[in-house]
């Protein structure tokens, strides 16, 4: 099974995402507005939502 890690670093008005494989090759990389970010979340696969971290 091929895992991958989303990443989310949240800032003020622009989300970064970042997605990783089991070997740590990026996969996704975004910048998202605060506005956009749910919709955007939502159209995510369900690989990424395995494991998910929040950068504080």
């Given amino acids: 099974m091929n895992r991958t890690t ?3 670093d949240l800032a003020k008005n622009v989300f970064q995402l970042h ?3 089991d070997c740590g090759k990026k ?10 970010f749910a919709e955007t979340i939502q159209q995510v696969p369900a690989s990424f939502m395995q ?3 929040v950068k504080q």
């Fill in 6 to 8: 989303l990443g989310i």
């Fill in 51 to 53: 494991k998910l971290f």
């Fill in 19 to 21: 997605g990783a494989n």
């Fill in 27 to 36: 996969v996704l990389g975004k910048h998202v507005s605060r506005e956009k």
